[in-house]
């Protein structure tokens, strides 16, 4: 009887064995991973790329220094408080494009947005004109 309660004892400390063992085969581990020294701490790139990237990158920030006109959308034309209850809730219901109130005589004008491309303007037009029936683009 003695000796099944020493075995009952061993079964129930073998996981703890276990464990112990595996802790201390991985921390060596970790630790020979840290301990890897190198002899130089700086690196070197080599980026092979064609020469024709540069031009277009180049051309491309030519163009976009360059365009400065751009396509708006023009959603309203008369007086001053009227654009400015017309900009009001267009910035509420359209907070991710930029409003602003021209004057040109007689008329405020409220105009919105600033884009790129006739394409971007269009679909924006769409949206806009939901709500602002009377909308329309002005190119540059």
């Known amino acids: 009887m003695h000796k099944t309660a020493f075995i009952m004892r061993l079964l ?5 064995f276990v464990l112990l063992i595996f802790t201390f085969v991985f921390s060596g581990i ?3 991973q840290e301990s890897v020294k190198t002899s130089s701490k700086e690196g070197k790139i080599n980026i092979d790329q064609d ?4 031009k277009l990158v180049a051309y491309k920030a030519k163009i976009n220094s360059s365009n400065t006109k751009r396509y708006r959308i023009q959603i309203y034309n008369g007086t001053l408080e009227g654009a400015q209850k017309a900009k009001q809730s267009f910035s509420n219901q359209f907070d991710d494009m930029s409003s602003d109130i021209s004057f040109e005589t007689p008329n405020y ?3 919105v947005g600033n884009f790129r491309t006739r394409l971007e303007a269009d ?3 769409l949206q ?3 709500k602002y029936p009377s909308a329309f683009l002005l190119e540059p």
């Not at 129930?12 to 703890?16: D, L, P, R, T």
């Not at 020469?51 to 540069?54: F, G, L, T, Y």
């Open 128 to 130: 806009v004109k939901e």
């Open 12 to 16: 129930a400390f073998k996981n703890y």
């Open 109 to 111: 004008k409220v105009r």
């Open 123 to 125: 679909r924006h037009l």
């Open 51 to 54: 020469p024709r990237i540069e």
């Open 30 to 32: 970790t630790h020979a």
